[in-house]
Nanobody, 119 residues
Framework: QVQLVESGGGLVQAGGSLTLSCAASGSMFAINAMGWYRQAPGKERELVAT???????NYADSVKGRFTISRDNGENTVYLQMNSLKPEDTAVYYC?????????????WGPGTLVTVSS
């Protein structure tokens, strides 16, 4: 059983910064891609950023130049550095990981962490 736990959410003023962390634990021999998604009130969950096991990154246009995703493979942890935050970044942020198994890839989600950006 693999679990993801996010941390680092909170309340910040517009223009401020936050860093989210997500640690994976449990029985696994590797992690493929990891990523961050977010869901604002009344909206669908959307991609924020992803990173492959070799560090290739992908970002939503809305966060390019402001957010940076990184990972520590030794610690099974992925980070999201968020700068120049805007009120529209307010959402629950979810961590996601693609875990290979002997049968197929397993997609695991964390419970989410709330980020609130005040104007």
């Amino acid at each position: 059983q693999v679990q993801l736990v996010e941390s680092g959410g909170g309340l910040v003023q517009a223009g401020g910064s936050l860093t989210l962390s997500c640690a994976a634990s449990g029985s696994m021999f590797a992690i493929n891609a990891m990523g961050w998604y977010r869901q604002a009130p009344g909206k669908e969950r959307e991609l924020v950023a992803t990173i492959t096991s070799v560090g290739r990154t992908n970002y939503a246009d809305s966060v390019k130049g402001r957010f940076t995703i990184s990972r520590d493979n030794g610690e099974n942890t992925v980070y999201l550095q968020m700068n120049s935050l805007k009120p529209e970044d307010t959402a629950v942020y979810y961590c996601n990981a693609d875990i290979p198994t002997t049968l197929a890839s397993l997609e695991v989600w964390g419970p989410g962490t709330l980020v609130t950006v005040s104007s």
